[in-house]
């Protein structure tokens, strides 16, 4: 079994601060791990994957995630905020569960104050 | 790479309407196709798991007479709510993955926001 915790359902920063947005996980087997984000009205776009790689995972518009397997946790930082990163975001984990489905979790709105 | 359209992005119709939502990865194949629901402010909830030349994979709860998918191609996946009414009235969003296992992420479409009247 599998299943994703995101702490947050709401974070508001200010532009230019520093954005953490928090993932936990569990998973029976090794996990892969993946952070999308979502405008209003439209679908999902993938920011990152965890693939057993490398455990920091830089992704587009700036934004990287640190895989802790001791932590279990899989959070999306950037650096500095943009007005434009205002959006929900959702973590989400797959593995070798039957159809390789994808867990999320509840989603988390970022808003971002000029 | 790796877009996946969806169609169509707004639909507006009458109780006891059956309608077809279309979900194409555009430049690449995809053994498997995922349909979800999206309710306002709340995560995705998966439907069903569409498999190319077999049939789908419904979730618990998910009528499979009600919510009919055919998955005919590598790159097209049909979701067809029938005899749709208001309760039905939600976010559709397909996502399709490149073969090659759970590191393969999914790549979504952008939805289709079905209304009932």
């Known amino acids: 079994a599998q299943s994703v915790t995101q702490l947050g359902s709401h974070v508001s920063v200010s532009e230019g601060a520093l954005v953490l947005l928090r993932c936990n996980y569990s998973s029976s087997v090794p996990p892969y791990l993946f952070w999308y984000v979502q405008y209003p009205n439209q679908g999902l776009q993938l920011l990152l994957k965890?693939?057993?790689?490398?455990?920091l995972v830089k992704g587009i518009n700036g934004f990287e995630a640190e895989f802790k397997k001791s932590e279990t946790s899989f959070h999306l930082t950037k650096p500095s905020a943009h007005m434009s990163d205002a959006a929900e975001y959702f973590c989400a984990v797959s593995g070798a569960n039957a159809g390789n489905m994808l867990t999320f979790g509840g989603g988390t709105r970022l808003m971002v104050k000029p | 790479g790796a877009v996946v359209s969806q169609h169509p992005s707004w639909v507006i119709c009458k109780s006891g309407t059956s309608v077809k939502i279309e979900c194409r990865s555009l430049?690449?194949?995809?053994?498997?196709m995922f349909w979800y629901r999206q309710f306002p402010k709340q995560s995705l909830m998966l439907m069903a798991t569409s498999n190319e030349g077999s049939k789908a994979t419904y979730e618990q709860g998910v009528e499979k007479d009600k919510f009919l998918i055919n998955h005919a191609s590598l790159t097209l996946s049909t979701l067809t709510v029938t005899s749709a009414h208001p309760e039905d009235s939600s976010f559709y969003i397909c996502?399709?993955?490149?073969?090659?296992?759970?590191?393969?992420?999914?790549?979504f479409g952008d939805g289709t926001r079905l209304s009932i009247l």
């Open positions: 430049d690449f194949q995809a053994t498997t």
């Open positions: 965890y693939t057993s790689a490398a455990t």
């Open positions: 996502s399709a993955r490149k073969t090659g296992g759970p590191n393969q992420p999914q790549h």
